[in-house]
């Protein structure tokens, strides 16, 4: 049967506000800083003097590689990645909403780019300009195939916004430049990049063009990964003398970047994290164009390490700032965590990719997870603060003293010297339409909930599904198919893990005993005319606690409503978060306020503050004693929402009377 | 009057065992590693390429330097002081035995470094070998004034040793070429060295030879402090395009080297640890010889900031690895502290100095509190192997997994890349004669309980002055004095603050209502024939709890006896250490375990372990429901016995039913 999803639009209250804010403040902010037209302050996204934040350059980059312009490369060695996911999120937004202008805009874009590519289709302006003759030699450090992918990403979305062929024709000129010079063959490079995202890029280019060519040469990347183990030193000896590339890198243990061994061995996620979700979302990717089930079976255990052992609750990844990275098992610290937005984004990238290979609602969950916490945290209300880091306790005191808590900033910053996140942000943002619904066989699958309307084709029926709610806030989801003709199809709907009770009708009339298959609720039958679906998700408040393992987490719970994790502020709670605690059977009330935070749900409930007796005056130990309390309302906002008001102490477990 | 303590001799069960091992096992051992004659491995302090560590060399540094040997300085640019250390090691340990082996080891060593020594005084490898263009140019990081220090330090103690007068002649003329070199008068370096020691070791250096210009010296050097705040900054232009000093120092800010503002405006324990308090010890020791009130003044404030708000209650100080530093008040995070062996070992330093400018039992307070926990937990039963940091939480695990702390070892390694520790625990250990009592006008104040027997010049009375005491196992204390003619004293016996209960007898008859004078009992009376006074303190065993600012040990106690802290380690209690609990009114049992770590104290009670229950099988999280437990007997031994028996979990704050 011919079924297919061919075109979704989101119209949603609580998205559209950030959708509407990547195209009007982001994207344009966004330009301006990569051009240095603003006077901003960038921040170190950590105390590290190799950090260059003067200035992004990232366009003058290109300019001078492209012979337009004097000087030298600035930045991190991956600076032009910026431009390209710029680049990207723009394709995405032209997808939604015309705009010569911005359309104008990136087509210059594309022009100085064709003129920055070398004549073998090799891009990449550090190397063009700076040291073409260590080009390719320094894997570990280099990023180019890094570079290349995010292009490669960029190329194909652009394409398929605007039809730009020469967007898409750099961009085979780029890998073919790259095919020629990796794989198996006599001659060729027998390695891989030290920061994977050409794998996945490389698949969706074999989506858009056909071209297997491109396929074999991400299969390449994955399975050549790890086999040798000492590809990176033996590049390190042969390019001897030379500066480092990046600073401090070659200390790096391989596992850093997943190269310790080869894919299908790694049952653990470790090292650099974003490395690791783009490593498994290309491995994902593979898997399913080549039918690869050991792949597939690989990026399962990868997945279970992740979300049953080192993930938090927030859909944060990568518990260290050094590294950026994963470290063990249940070692999950809130106040000196990564968290890096970016690493939240390539987490969604991964279980989209699973989604793929197979409908379950694990990986949805997680999903969803990340998106309304994690990632979302990443941006400030106005559009141009970011976040690198997204720790789940803060004290200012000890952000701005504890030198090892130099990376957990208080507030968003404007801009960063590694301006990774704020861009892909704005690319995950703007193709979120891509991330609602994904295909099986005959049955669509639902797995955000975002009012939209979206067109499936079915065999050469046009079929119209909508969704309309008011969630986050809301749980009552509608969902209508319109189909003018019968056709039989199934759609699966995601019961997301903390609504075990929810209520479902058909066309008004309550479903008894409703199928449920991995995690959805399955229906299939031949649909006909307008029918609508209702569905009431359970969304009173919920109380978690963490796998007792997890230090850091005992004795303490989260609050969550609908998919939304919840933290106190001192905004709202006064200082020292640390001392109150959640009562133990205190009802907890919710209400949405409209003026905070441009609207946002508002928790709150009874509990107690520890008190700081006299006997704590000026001494730091005592004798113990029975604590005592004071009586004390407490006040959630959700996650995402935190540091838009106030510099202060923001908490995301807390104490829970015992 | 004249009064004074002329020769304390230890006859101590439990120290004579530490005095013991370090004249037996650690001097010829760090002899050993000193000239590289040992196949250890020798550890970095924490993960950083930079750190040295293939070989000490610090012995073959001076065979350089004097012209015996051709070849490169290797180590640190403070290797010497390892040497020095060791020097006054020696020195201390001849002082209480003959061995005229070692003394002539030792003569041979002071032969060495008048070799070594330059015309004009300048002492120090590094810069005589490698960089002679560059001395006293990069004082932020040189550290030559640091090893210059430590030399005069172990002069000082060898001279008064041994009579050696060619050691303190090196010493004279050391500090003579830098009294040349710096001071306020044209052509003199206004400035001082980026590590603090110097001030303290020319004190010494004026107390043995009498000479002014050393306290003179000393002084110009503290109050310089901090007075121009570009000075660093300037040596560093001027020496422009030279290689670091040391990799990576030059972002340090300047309250790193407590250089931000003059040191009678600072008022919070900032920067590297060891740095304040051998600046502090200096700056105590100067107003104590020049009578300066507004400088003691400046001790108390600091002094005060460090006990009230910056101090572990193990007596470390040094919240973070990054910098070896003092972070803001009240953030003492057990895991991932620095917690030095020789910043401990500066606040012995520091409170001494202290006591000698005025007796105050919360000096000597915490002073036995370093002495007993985190100082002597810096090194192994077997007295060889050492800790640089004493963490107060350790999981295996994490230590090897989470980069960000790599400081924090699981057991002692048998050396380090910067081995400032060790041999400064043997100089301490060896020369803790001099820290048991001090004199105030005519009376003697007795800090330590340490069995002992101690000549007092009364007049021209020679007075005998005994302790007898199993302490610190035992709370049972006779002293006795033996005057031959009637003299009149006072003795002032401390109350540990722990023992606010004690028993009190003189000659059998208790003291009815005895006069305390700033946390000492006072007896001031004349003294004739043999007598008695006993003392019995409350060795019952006590649960401390901590100021409720200290975010991490909320709800969490600490198990004290006597002058011990306790914890909790793996081989008695089993792994995950946080899931105990000690219940609410259970009682401790105490026992003298005469197999376990060469005879320690362990204490035992009722707690409780939290279950792993099954809800949480492959999840990291769940709905919040009431814990479940087990019934666990605790084990706890005392803080510096632990990881002497196998590797493992160690915890100190322990969590308390609440």
Redesign the interface.
Known sequence: MSFNISKTKINDRFWDNYIDKVRTKMIPYQWDVLNDHLDIIIEKER?D?YIPSEKSHAIDNFKIAAGLKEGNHYGWVFQDSDVYKWLEAVAYSLQKKEDDQLRDLADSVIDLLEMAQEKDGYLNTYFSVEEPERRFKMLAESHELYCAGHYIEAAVAYYEATNNEKALSIACKLADCIDENFGNEEGKIKGYDGHEEIELALTKLYECTKNDKYLQLSRFFLYERGQDTSFFQRQRMEDNGKRDVIK?M??RPLSYYQAHKPILEQDKAEGHAVRLVYLCTGMAEVARLTKDKEMLGACKKLW?NI???R?Y?TGGIG?????E?F?????LPND?MYCETCASIGLIFFAQAMLKNEPNSEYADVLERALYNSVISGMALDGKHFFYVNPLEV?P??S?????KSHVKVTRPAWFGCACCPPNLARLINSLDKYIYTQQEDTIYVHLFIENETKLQVKDESVILKQHTDYPWSGSIHFSVEADTKCSFGLGIRIPFWSSQYDVKLNGAPIEKPLIRNGYLILEKEWFGKEEISLQLDMSI??????????DN??K??VQRGPFIYCVEEEDNGS?L??LSVSRNAPFTYSFVEEVCEGIGVIKTKGKK?C?QNK?N????????N?QYEEKEITFIPYFAWANRSRGEMLVWI??E?
Chains 1, 2 share one sequence.
């Not at 518990?319 to 590294?323: L, P």
């Open positions: 105390n003097d401090g070659a200390h279970k979300v049953t052992k993930m609750i518990s260290t700032v050094d590294g990275a470290t063990a098992d249940y070692d000196t004290v005191a000890y701005e003293k504890d030198p090892g919920k109380e978690w606690s963490a796998n007792p393992l997890v230090r005992l004795g719970i989260v020292n640390h001392l520890k700081i704590w000026d001494s730091l130990y005592a004798l113990y004693t604590d104490h829970k015992s």
